[in-house]
């Protein structure tokens, strides 16, 4: 009896067991099983989009699902931002972010439809480019210490165009630290006050090399500085701000990063890092963005969100020591 007993509670367990297994869920299909979206916050034909777009090709390759680029500009990133914030945590939805999207515009903005600290998952860095100083060119400035000189005697009548936190940005906290006053035109896009640049109609405008760097060398505008810390292999005729104005702290450059929505699983957002970090080391993706000072820079998550909050925090200072008020 006492046999047959442990022979029937053996059977049972087993059976038990089997039925759990059973009842456990299959295993989902593995993550990508559908295009992807990702929103560049900026217009077509900008930094954002050329490098965006680069990377989501790169990737697609990786993640065997193609990534299908929509650009919303606006409210200087604010509305493309605010899209992917109340998308869902699924993977299917990214942002190619930048420091306007996630570092500048809480100091910029009285108020934002998120929480730009809570509302985003890191995902990725993708590089960074510095920013060139230049003017039209019928403005008589032929360095950016005369360009100062100008705007000393006249102060307010220096026109410069912005379509961006780090293009306004970098203005105001040139004009601040040189002691001058200049008169912001806002633009939608930075396509756009490129246009107005080099037709006159404005007459300084601080973009990054995607922009600026082709108008330059083709001699449409004038390039007066660069504003990194040191000179730009890719043009280093230009001085850096510090050098053509003997100044020792300036230095402001415009980073692209991807984010999907707070929540998004761990295991898909390691999944994208490694898309993202393949894409970063491809040799052709580095020599098609050399051109214009872009380098690139992988690393986990991890990395990203340190970044983004040292970064706010670099932002909130410079735009309160420029003096540029909330809107």
Known sequence: MRFASRCLAALAATLLGSAAALAQPAPGPAYPTKPIKA??????????????RAFAAKMSETLGQPIVVENKPGVNGMLGAA???????DGYTLLIGTNSTNAALKSLMKSLPYDQDTAFAPVGYLGQVPLIVAVNNEVPAKNLRELVDMAKAKPGHVTFASASTSQLVSTEMLASMAGVKMTNVPYKSGPAAMTDLIGGQVMMFTADFAVMLPQVKGGKVRGLAVTSAKRSAAIPELPTVNEALGLKDYELI????AFAPAGTPPDVIARLNRAINAAASSKDLQEKFAPIGFVVDPGPPEALAQRTRTETAKWAKAIKEAGIEPQ
Do not use: E, M
Not at 83 to 89: F, G, L, N, Q
Not at 254 to 257: E, K, L, M
């Open 83 to 89: 899209d992917v914030a109340k998308a869902a945590p």
């Open 254 to 257: 415009a980073y692209f990063a």
């Open 39 to 52: 929103i560049v916050p900026f217009a077509p034909g900008s930094a954002t989009d050329q490098i965006g």
